[in-house]
């Protein structure tokens, strides 16, 4: 039922491989499908489930990590 809930899949392993082949034109295209991915996983999972709590804590540590990064290339934050 993941398709039924989740219309645009998103995966570290797709992430990766798009870093390696070079499809992220500009860094907006990276953050979005590590949003997208995070968004999945609390769309699909219960909020009672760890994988919702890792999602959580591993989406927080990704802003605070991510921000500084997006700043110094001009962007206000990790988040749109």
Not at 17 to 45: C, H, S
Request: hydrophobic share 30%; aromatic share 16%; charged share 30%.
């Amino acid at each position: 039922d993941y398709f039924d809930i989740v219309k645009n899949p998103m995966d570290l392993s797709t992430i990766k491989r798009k870093l390696d082949t070079g499809q992220y034109q500009e860094p907006w295209q990276y953050v979005d499908d590590i949003w997208l991915m995070f968004n999945n996983a609390w769309l699909y999972n219960r909020k009672t489930s760890r994988v919702y709590k890792y999602c959580s804590k591993l989406a927080e540590v990704f802003e605070q990590e991510i921000d500084p990064v997006m700043q110094s290339l001009g962007y206000c934050c990790g988040r749109k």
